[in-house]
């Protein structure tokens, strides 16, 4: 063979980048830190003020705090908010962690179906789902009143808190789901088979190996379920206030837009306090992460999964999970459409003789064609900024020698742990802070979009990471080795890799864009409405069919973009490019 | 092709020392190995070759240019080293074609498109792997991956070759002939290489030379025979090939041999040795090949011809082995003849000892 063809001599040296690297790292990582951490220090300092801190003057105080902490109200509404979490976590976790045991080691009929269908009310507008709720399972609700007239049974009221609980451990079920399923699919069923030739009877494997393996994700999935639901606002807004019962989230909401003095300082005070409990909550949890190191069991390829045969209950089992997504998901949105159709809702006079288009025409002015509006230019902006965003802080905090980049992630996540209501105080008080750009973030919806970015960062991260942490690094060190720099590496190796991860975090910050309301609460003016906020507002002062209407343009939209995205997404990853 | 110098480098994780004074020098056109168990260091030396760590001391010099001097604070980044390396993954980039992942190097470098068209063209030629230029890497065996990983790597002119473990990856058969093919075209080519492997038939086979490491520090450096035949210490003698070692006393000196009393039986052995001394202790090696086993009626030589009672013996193909026990003495023989019975004869000729450190 031919020698003499090989090229010799040396070649022009590597091109250096336009942006330093270094430079471009600083920046992303002070961004992601200003944005994340930057909303908490005005609202540390407007809760020890003695005035609003867009008064002149004003000292330091700690009278919101004496003031706060003097009402029982306040206390009332977090000993509701405690037992309502702890409810939650409990019903969800049961729930969660039992079907994903169902899905992933038996013999279920439809589990493949079924684990991608559980999923759907943690996507689906929570607020639009309580709306659902009631007009099926509320007091006047279908129904409820079919069980009462018809059957004479009693059902559960869902505006107590163990209904409230049931309401919210739908919607976070999932969560607890995702979880238990990725420890189930990461364990080797090797260490079931094992205790099966042992001896052990399946169910036996179930209560000796099984569950035992799974306690850090379940520890893990209840924390995380405990913080987001004492943060909860729709549902204590929705279906506790018309019955008294107040949860720190609202009570905080009424505060400030009952208060007789404009931006009370008790409402910061009582938000530092959530943080405070939320920010503990993410620190244990954290912890609990460390440790699951320990029970991830090494080795074991993506062994054939051991199914535990259910024999007839296979299908009795399937049936329940069935019952459980018709009662819980379906007719809820069922329930919603028939509201957005009827002059009213009421389960006395069929609804075909109240049908009427009113609700649906209203959508088309004022503030709630404004929303449709805002709502979409958000979810489409701010998708694609939020990601192309995390996907640079990613690649700064996983893939670059820079010095402060194990902060990274910590920060990226730490939004997760955050009220949302906490996150629309604080950008509240960080644009009156800011002078011009401030009051021009203030008075458009890109102040809602920022602050609805911030709160998702961690959906983006969490999508992005897993993806980037299985691209080898060896593959950015060959670019390095053959004269590429940071950036050309990142642009050119490491970012078409990552593209299947981009393009889910991006469907998924959408839907989360659209659907997000509690920041918008206390950002939104006239001009900058979202289609949540005014739900929420359009809801207290009796709006119901429009806002029904409303909510189902959210439902549709959602489950529209989901579908296309995931069939998009599975030709991505089924392209066969994987690393 | 420039020599490299790796001069005093340490480097430390946490309390553990990676690298403790790690010195050598590659010569031009030189295959130069670093053979030892993982953990031992090679891997992180050869890393701070190529500029993905950072030790804490040391300099590291291609040809007359420092890439790397603690001294100095020099340390150039990766990408401005001009070296070539492949990696045990090969870390081909999965959505080029092969044509793309040799065309990256030389778009970084700037270069025309004919250019670009011709230096792949010669370099996948090179590797015979012409055929392939449109495919993508999933498209090919792990062997050809492998040659594309090779070509990218050399299609720069790189000043320096580096290989980490390449061939791990590959199946028995394939490893050996992608072996000679590898040494063949570095031999031609005249590239200054540094190959990495835990594999001692990799590092001999292919080496001009081999340093051999062990818990960040190196052991010996020498010719592969060197490191065979000749072992620095026991370390060397038991990582490279197997190894009988015998220990015991020196009973008297007889010109330039030592005549041993060997631990745990009572038969003597007799080594060449410069400048032992009477009731010195030593360690010898000797490497089971150049035992030879005889029958228990064969009497023909005295010197370190012991009685022995086989333990067990196994049939390998082309060749036999034999546990055997003299005394409390455990050794292992190897012989292309077998031999019968419950007792034999072993003989150690004294030229295929080496005292060891």
């Known amino acids: ?579 | 092709m420039p020599e490299i110098s790796i001069e005093s480098l340490v480097k430390t994780f946490g309390a553990q020392r990676a690298l403790d004074d790690v010195s050598f020098t590659v010569r031009d056109g030189e295959l130069f190995t670093l053979l030892g168990p993982s953990g031992c260091g090679k891997s992180t030396t050869l890393m701070s070759i190529a500029g993905f760590q950072q030790p804490e001391q040391g300099r590291i010099g291609v040809g007359d240019r420092a890439v790397f001097d603690a001294a100095q604070r020099i340390s150039l980044p990766a990408e401005h080293r001009n070296l070539g390396i492949v990696f045990q993954s090969y870390a081909v980039w999965p959505h080029m074609t092969v044509h793309e992942n040799l065309a990256f190097p030389l778009k970084v470098r700037r270069l025309k498109r004919s250019e670009i068209r011709e230096r792949i063209a010669g370099t996948l030629e090179l590797v015979e792997m012409m055929p392939y230029e449109k495919r993508y890497p999933h498209e090919l065996s792990g062997g050809q991956q492998q040659r594309v990983a090779l070509a990218r790597a050399l299609v720069y002119s790189p000043s320096v070759l580096l290989l980490d473990e390449p061939f791990s990856n590959l199946d028995a058969k394939l490893r050996i002939r992608a072996r000679s093919w590898v040494k063949d075209l570095q031999h031609r080519l005249g590239l200054t290489t540094i190959f990495v492997t835990h594999d001692q038939d990799e590092a001999l086979s292919m080496s001009d030379r081999v340093a051999v490491m062990s818990a960040g520090e190196i052991q010996q450096i020498g010719t592969p025979e060197d490191v065979y035949r000749r072992p620095a210490n026991r370390f060397v003698a038991e990582f490279v090939g197997r190894v009988n070692v015998i220990e015991g006393v020196v009973a008297h000196i007889d010109g330039g041999r030592a005549v041993l009393d060997v631990d745990g039986s009572d038969h003597r052995l007799t080594v060449p040795s410069s400048g032992a001394r009477v009731k010195e202790r030593l360690t010898v090696v000797v490497r089971p090949e150049a035992m030879s086993v005889l029958p228990v009626d064969d009497q023909t030589s005295g010197t370190n011809t012991w009685d022995a009672s086989v333990h067990s013996a196994a049939f390998l193909g082309d060749h036999y082995e034999y546990e055997l026990e003299a005394g409390s003495l455990q050794l292992i023989a190897q012989t292309a003849r077998p031999v019968d019975g419950a007792r034999i004869r072993v003989h150690i000729p004294g030229d295929a000892c080496s005292v060891v450190e």
């Open chain 1, 1 to 579: 063979m031919a020698t003499t063809s090989y090229p010799a001599g040396t070649l022009p040296r590597p091109r250096r980048s336009i942006v330093p690297a270094g430079v471009l790292q600083w920046l992303t990582w002070a961004l992601v830190v200003t944005l994340v951490l930057g909303p908490f220090l005005p609202l540390l300092y407007a809760s020890v003020r003695d005035r609003p801190l867009y008064e002149v003057g004003g000292r330091f105080t700690v009278e919101p705090y004496r003031e706060l902490f003097g009402q029982r109200a306040f206390w009332h509404a977090w000993w509701n908010t405690l037992q309502f979490a702890a409810l939650t976590t409990t019903l969800a976790v049961t729930l969660g962690a039992a079907v994903a045991i169902l899905c992933t080691r038996t013999d279920l009929a439809g589990r493949r179906a079924f684990s991608r269908l559980v999923l759907l009310p943690l996507l689906l507008p929570s607020l639009g789902m309580v709306l659902g709720w009631t007009a099926v399972w509320g007091d006047g609700g279908y129904i409820t009143s079919f069980f009462h007239q018809r059957l004479h049974i009693g059902t559960p009221s869902i505006n107590t808190i163990p209904g409230m609980s049931l309401v919210e451990a739908t919607r976070l079920m999932p969560i607890a789901f995702l979880t238990c399923q990725a420890a189930l699919v990461r364990a080797d069923s090797s260490l079931e088979d094992a205790a099966r030739s042992a001896g052990a009877s399946p169910l036996r494997v179930l209560r000796s190996i099984t569950i035992p393996m799974l306690r850090p994700a379940l520890l893990n999935a209840a924390t995380l379920i405990f913080t987001l639901s004492i943060a909860v606002l729709g549902i204590p807004l929705l279906l506790g206030v018309p019955n008294n019962i107040q949860f720190v989230s609202s009570y905080l909401y009424t505060l400030w837009t009952n208060a007789s003095s404009p931006d009370p300082g008790s409402v910061s005070a009582g938000a530092m306090l959530l943080l405070s409990v939320a920010t503990f909550l993410l620190l244990v949890r954290n912890k609990l992460i460390g440790a699951e190191a320990r029970f991830v069991s090494v080795g074991g390829k993506a062994t054939r999964v051991a199914f535990l045969r259910l024999g007839r209950w296979r299908w009795m089992l399937a049936g329940a999970i069935g019952f459980y997504l018709l009662f819980t998901t379906l007719l809820p949105i069922l329930g919603l459409a028939l509201m957005s159709f009827v002059v009213f809702l009421t389960p006395l006079i069929p609804p075909w003789e109240l049908l009427t288009w009113s609700h649906w025409q209203m959508l088309n002015d004022g503030v709630f064609r404004n929303s449709i509006q805002n709502s979409l230019i958000i979810a489409v902006v701010g998708a694609v900024l939020a990601t192309a965003f995390v996907t640079l802080a990613t690649l700064v905090a996983h893939r670059s020698p820079f010095r402060l980049r194990r902060s990274l992630p910590f920060v990226m996540l730490y939004p997760r742990a955050i009220p949302g209501i906490i996150i629309g105080i604080g950008f509240f008080w960080a644009f009156l802070l800011t002078g011009a750009i401030g009051d021009w973030l203030r008075n458009s919806i890109w102040g809602i979009m920022l602050a609805f970015c911030i709160r998702n960062l961690p959906l983006a991260y969490i999508v992005m990471y897993p993806t980037l942490a299985r691209i080898g690094d060896e593959l950015d060190r060959a670019g390095r080795a053959a004269g590429a720099g940071w950036w050309t590496t990142s642009r050119r190796i490491v970012l078409p890799l990552l593209r299947p991860a981009m393009f889910a975090a991006f469907i998924l910050l959408f839907v989360e864009l659209l659907n997000d309301y509690d920041p918008a609460v206390f950002l939104v003016r006239p001009g900058t409405e979202v289609m949540g906020a005014t739900m929420l507002s359009e809801f207290i002062q009796g709006a119901v069919g429009p806002v029904a209407a409303l909510a189902m343009v959210q439902v549709a939209v959602t489950v529209v973009v989901l579908l296309v995205g995931s069939k998009v997404f599975n030709i991505e990853t089924t392209g066969g490019r994987d690393a």
